[in-house]
């Protein structure tokens, strides 16, 4: 830590008084027609190693000059409604200070078919050097639909029956929206991705190996949601509205506004949603039992589930002056969630049968608030600079549960016996969070160091009662208060640059302590941890020829455990299942490589490795005393991982676009169950294509399908499954009224099928989350004032997404 301190500190000494001298370069903006281009952007990059410099606007003439220092620069040129520009490189010297830059004339963003003028088709999934982008802003499946539903149809990107995100079949992925963490456990993420509109998103960014400067957490990497920014001074906006039914009715509205003037830039988004779900499911277990003889367990379940969720994000940027700017931003996402879970159980026991009948509603109110302050110091124009971030997070959880079981003998339709439980559980968190970033350059290389520190504290008090005669007994078994308390300090250093013409590298190590405590008081019991642990990461591209590239990446990653698995307490489901914390997890450790090949510009093929130690996934303990299971979390010893996606684009017309994606995946998954070694392996594959017609009369139509094969996970088999979508989106009034008519799922083939087998006793499982549904949506734009650049945040907390509310 202190080594690296020690090199942040003399990196922003070297580069704050080795600044080299200035120049500018100038020039304007014309359209098609010759007239000027007032308030477009212009940025500056640096030759060598393409990265940002600086950048401005075009004044009311479509002029601009820009102040930078000696050095050979290209610009790149935006305006809406026209495709972009890239220029030639040009050398800023002694003997060439002052560089006049001939017009620059952009081209309509428009293309021409049978004398029908329409919008040119975007790919929906680009390959970059360092990431995967997946397109959303425009798609007429966006309309009406969740964030959740866009992500879980990602190249790569997999949900299981918990809702946990696996990427390229791997668990521990780390959610990010807008480059900030998430902070929920895998429910309570899915749970907010389901309540968020997906019209609200600009682009999926899926990053499989995470560069130094991120978090280590997430060992399958990093999946950055970025929503939809203005990019206008003066007032403007949107609103939107929906509807969608799924044997519940949905529905969402929301307003986004943005206020650009003088030095200040500020936004307020408010969105409403009710969202429901509907859960179909079979359970089939089979315990052998000591004496010989099984219990066979038959279940039937029905879930129905009502989230009411309002949200509010509201920000503001001040620029001090040209060099200095500070912001805050708030973040308060709620929900009110009411469910009812009803299980019919048929069970045989030693031969004598049995029905029970489990009644169980859950309510629950949650509110999730984040405050961040950002500030930034520019020290010099060419692109140096250091930025401090704070982010305070607040998570409480208040409301519980009550459940009702009703147990019958065979033949009779009268109950022997009712009992009757009740749960209080309310959780918080408190998230504190700093950081500090550098950017620079170091002997003609990029550099960037920082670093972190974070405190978390999490407080659950679980009451749970026994209900005799109306009133309530605590039972002592199932009641539990669990508190804890964890502290990361990191720091990260990388430098990054040309080693040729052809070959640019970015090479980085990160170090994290994490120091832990997890007290229950109910057992008086406690768990300390502290550990470092070292990160280092590599990427190196080579540009072979103009139509072949290779990009080479590896990387260390951490998963440490949420923290609500950790607790010890027991979650009842019914009087034979429930589920248990574990306080002695370890985090696991993962190794990760990668090598995308891209041919043509426009092909791409990525290969990913993955190797896992202390694995963390779910295992189902069944005990043959009394027939019941205990769904546990627990570390496995490693999980082996590969795969390969295929990006392939094709337009077979003008106004028909084809976007496929194949991952084949190969996994294997080793551990101890009751002194017996488990090994679970498994060669799949996945497949997606999304079908985009351009017609006449701004008509725009999508059929998307895809197929899942067979998979693994842990313990589990997974059956294959596949399904279709449709929509069709309509655009009046020059594009400001967009409306979309969507179909889901249309033949209810997105069924989850899995099971696991060991030691001769068996666990299957078959849900159907409600998937098939028909929506429909509409989303006026309104505007007034000039275009201009919003202001990039980096929060990039990791502790949330561990979060258990």
Do not use: C
């Amino acid at each position: 830590m202190k080594t690296i301190l020690l090199l942040l500190t003399l990196t922003f000494l070297i580069s704050s008084f080795a600044l080299a001298q200035t120049g500018e370069i100038s020039g304007s903006l014309i359209d098609s027609e010759n007239a000027p281009l007032p308030y477009s952007n212009v940025a500056v990059y640096n030759s060598s190693d393409s990265s940002l410099v600086t950048g401005t606007i075009t004044d009311q003439a479509g002029q601009f000059l820009i102040k930078v220092n000696y050095g050979n620069y290209y610009l790149k040129v935006s305006a809406v409604g026209f495709a972009t520009f890239l220029s030639e490189s040009y050398s800023v010297n002694e003997s060439n200070s002052k560089v006049s830059l001939p017009k620059i004339q952009l081209k309509d963003d428009v293309q021409v078919m049978d004398a029908v003028e329409v919008k040119a088709l975007r790919p929906q999934v680009i390959v970059e050097a360092d990431k995967m982008v997946v397109s959303v802003e425009g798609t007429a499946m966006a309309a009406g639909t969740s964030a959740f539903e866009v992500l879980e149809k990602s190249p790569g990107v997999f949900i299981d029956q918990d809702g946990n995100i696996q990427l390229n079949g791997r668990q521990g992925v780390q959610i990010m929206i807008d480059g900030r963490r998430s902070y929920l456990s895998a429910a309570d993420l899915q749970n907010m991705l389901q309540g968020m509109s997906a019209d609200n998103i600009k682009n999926i960014e899926i990053i499989n190996n995470p560069s130094a400067k991120y978090d280590a957490e997430g060992n399958a990497g990093i999946i950055n949601i970025t929503l939809k920014k203005n990019t206008m001074k003066g007032i403007n906006g949107n609103l939107n509205a929906g509807y969608r039914y799924n044997e519940i009715h949905n529905y969402n509205t929301g307003i986004q506004l943005n206020h650009k003037a003088g030095d200040w830039n500020s936004f307020v988004n408010a969105d409403f949603s009710q969202r429901g779900r509907v859960r179909d499911a079979d359970f089939y277990r089979e315990i052998n039992q000591n004496n010989g003889s099984t219990t066979i367990f038959d279940q039937d379940a029905r879930e129905e589930v009502l989230r009411r969720s309002p949200a509010l994000r509201i920000g503001t940027d001040y620029d001090i002056n040209d060099m200095q700017s500070i912001g805050i931003m708030l973040n308060v996402y709620g929900q009110e969630r009411d469910g009812d879970f009803d299980i019919q159980s048929d069970l045989n026991q030693s031969g004598v049968d049995q029905y029970v009948e489990s009644l169980n509603n859950m309510n629950t109110s949650f509110l999730n608030s984040q405050a961040n302050m950002h500030y930034v110091q520019k020290l010099d124009t060419n692109g140096t600079k250091l930025s401090a971030d704070f982010n305070v997070v607040k998570l409480i959880n208040r409301g519980g549960a009550s459940f009702s079981n009703s147990y019958f003998t065979e033949g009779n339709e009268t109950p022997y016996q009712v009992e009757r439980l009740e749960n209080n559980n309310p959780y918080r968190y408190d998230i504190y969070s700093a950081q500090l970033d550098f950017e620079g350059k170091f002997f003609g290389q990029k550099i960037e160091s920082g670093v972190k520190a974070s405190q978390v504290t999490s407080d659950n008090d679980l009451k749970f009662y026994i209900i005799e005669n109306g009133e309530g007994a605590v039972d002592e078994n199932r009641s539990n208060h669990f508190i804890y308390t964890e502290q990361i300090l990191a720091g990260y250093t990388s430098l990054s640059g040309k080693l040729s013409d052809k070959l640019t590298y970015k090479a980085g190590l990160r170090a994290e302590q994490t120091f832990s405590l997890g007290q229950s008081l109910t057992l008086n019991t406690e768990t300390e941890r502290n550990y470092f642990n070292l990160f280092p990461s590599f990427f190196l591209q080579h540009n072979v020829s103009p139509n072949y590239q290779v990009n080479y990446n590896y990387s260390r990653r951490i998963d440490r455990p949420d923290y609500g698995n950790l607790n010890p307490f027991v979650l009842y489901l019914d009087p034979y299942t429930w589920a248990q914390g574990n306080p002695y997890l370890r985090p696991q450790m993962t190794h990760s490589l990668s090598l995308t090949q891209t041919f043509m510009r426009q092909f791409n093929l990525v290969l990913n490795y993955g190797y896992t130690t202390d694995f963390i996934a779910e295992i189902p303990l069944q005990n043959p005393e009394d027939g019941t299971t205990v769904f546990k979390q627990s570390n496995l010893d490693t999980q082996e991982s590969f795969s390969a996606t295929a990006v392939i684009p094709f337009q077979p017309t003008k106004w028909w676009s084809i976007n496929g994606n194949i991952t084949a995946l190969y996994q294997d998954f080793t551990t101890e169950v009751f002194n017996n070694t488990v090994n679970n392996k498994a060669t799949s594959a996945i497949f997606r294509a999304s079908n985009n017609f351009m017609l006449p009369n701004d008509f725009k139509i999508e059929l998307n399908g895809d197929y899942r094969s067979n998979i693994v996970w842990g313990v589990y088999s997974i059956a294959p499954q596949w399904g279709v979508d449709f929509a069709v989106k309509k655009s009046f009034m020059d594009s400001k009224l967009e409306a979309s008519l969507n179909f889901n799922d249309i033949f209810r083939t997105r069924v989850f099928r899995g099971d696991a087998n060991f030691n001769g006793n068996i666990n299957e499982l078959s849900q159907y989350f409600g998937q098939q549904s028909v929506g429909f949506s509409l989303r006026y734009r309104f505007s007034k004032g000039e275009e201009f650049k919003a202001r990039q945040r980096n929060t990039n907390l990791e502790e949330l997404n561990r979060a258990g509310g």
